[in-house]
């Protein structure tokens, strides 16, 4: 499986943006996908996003401004950002998870089947 995430950029305080992550190398479906964020001078961590079959899961930092979306015919998952602020400033990073625990709590490492390269989002005025 391989992940290529697009989209990112630079935007002030309280803009919007949308990311992408294009799969290929597998079989779409069989995958619940994330969003993990890594920010400056922080670990990776998350997932922030969940899609689990069409049944979302959020962080708390990001619920309510975040949307995540998939397209099964396009492979794609599309993560749409509201009303950013300087703390969401990370590289956000796509990940195909297998078995698709109920839950954000519940993913561990080990679900883990591939991720993206990464993409820089940069907020600031």
């Known amino acids: 499986v391989q992940l290529v995430e697009s989209g990112g950029g630079s935007v002030q305080p309280g803009g919007s943006l949308t990311l992408s992550c294009k799969f290929s190398?597998?079989?779409?479906?069989?995958?619940?996908m994330g969003w993990y964020l890594q920010a400056p001078g922080q670990q990776r961590e998350g997932p922030s996003v969940y899609d689990k079959d069409r049944s979302y899961a959020y962080a708390d930092s990001v619920k309510g401004r975040f949307d995540i979306s998939r397209d099964d015919a396009m492979k794609t998952v599309s993560l749409k950002m509201n009303n950013l602020t300087t703390e969401d400033a990370a590289i956000y990073y796509c990940?195909?998870?297998?078995?698709?625990?109920?839950?954000?709590?519940?993913?561990?490492?080990?679900?883990?089947?591939?991720w993206g390269k990464g993409t820089q989002v940069t907020v600031s005025s």
């Open positions: 990940a195909a998870i297998t078995l698709c625990p109920y839950g954000l709590r519940y993913i561990t490492p080990d679900h883990l089947a591939a």
């Open positions: 190398g597998g079989i779409f479906k069989d995958y619940c």
